[in-house]
Nanobody
Framework: QVQFVESGGGLVQAGGSLRLSCAVS????????IGWYRQAPGKQRERVASVGTRGYTNYAESVKGRFTISRDNAVNTVYLQMNSLKPEDTAVYYC????????WGQGTLVTVSS
């Protein structure tokens, strides 16, 4: 069974940066497109970035130009570099497949203070 383990969250001031990591167990990592999702208090979970099997990336408009997703197939890990953080980026961040999301990990909390 695939497991997603997110890390790297924390408290940061507006304008700051964080780098999130997500380690994925199992042997199917390189064959799947994977994304970062977030869920803010009282809001639905949304996908903010994704990276395909060949490295093609896609971003939500709200994070475009500020966030960068990358993957390292050698260590089954996906990253999210977040720059110029805003208070509205405060959320629990998760990673999961783009197609056919499976069991969610615990996520990592990002809190951006104004």
């Amino acid at each position: 069974q695939v497991q997603f383990v997110e890390s790297g969250g924390g408290l940061v001031q507006a304008g700051g940066s964080l780098r999130l990591s997500c380690a994925v167990s199992g042997s199917t990592f390189s064959a799947n497109s994977i994304g970062w999702y977030r869920q803010a208090p009282g809001k639905q979970r949304e996908r903010v970035a994704s990276v395909g099997t060949r490295g093609y990336t896609n971003y939500a408009e709200s994070v475009k130009g500020r966030f960068t997703i990358s993957r390292d197939n050698a260590v089954n890990t996906v990253y999210l570099q977040m720059n110029s953080l805003k208070p509205e980026d405060t959320a629990v961040y998760y990673c999961n497949w783009v197609s056919g999301t499976t069991s969610w990990g615990q996520g990592t909390l990002v809190t951006v203070s104004s």
